[in-house]
């Protein structure tokens, strides 16, 4: 064999290694991106629903302890599936007293800002907050 032919030959093993490794390489980065996964079932997702009148109350009055009680609320306002209460001291907000309430979650984008996500039935839970801090309106 002369030369030019066994270095056609190891450049194609070595072409071909190249391959095979890189394919390796894909198979376990794959392997390990499906077991770190942060796939939800259906299942396992959180669905809010308030059946009455009397879950709104009772999710309004657990929300409202939960943001520090009428002294410390400011306003609420609904935005979609979102409660928006402006506050007035940021401490005074119980986060896990208001998940009690079996909401989606609670955001706080601000000092004197607490979002609430409640689902469709926002406004319904908006307007028995607005009950509970002034009775009176």
């Known amino acids: 064999m ?3 032919t066994i270095l056609i ?3 194609v093993v070595a072409v071909l290694a190249i391959i ?45 302890e939960g943001l520090g009680g009428c002294g410390n ?8 599936a979102r409660l928006k209460a402006r506050i007035r001291e940021y401490g005074a907000v119980d986060e896990k007293k208001i998940r009690t309430a079996k909401v989606g979650g609670v955001l706080r984008p601000s000092k004197t ?4 996500i409640v689902g469709s039935l926002a406004e319904p839970v908006e307007t028995e907050l607005k009950k509970l801090i002034d009775p009176v309106a």
């Not at 259906?42 to 709104?56: G, P, Q, R, S, V």
């Not at 609320?73 to 979609?80: A, N």
């Open 2 to 4: 002369d030369r030019n």
């Open 9 to 11: 030959i190891i450049a």
């Open 20 to 64: 095979i490794g890189y394919n390796i390489y894909k198979s376990v980065k794959r392997k390990n991106a499906d077991k770190l996964s942060m796939k939800i079932e259906e299942d396992e997702k959180l669905h809010i629903t308030l059946d009455n009148k009397a879950d709104t109350e009772e999710v309004a009055r657990i929300i409202l």
């Open 73 to 80: 609320v400011l306003d609420v306002s609904h935005d979609g």
């Open 113 to 116: 800002a607490v979002h609430i």
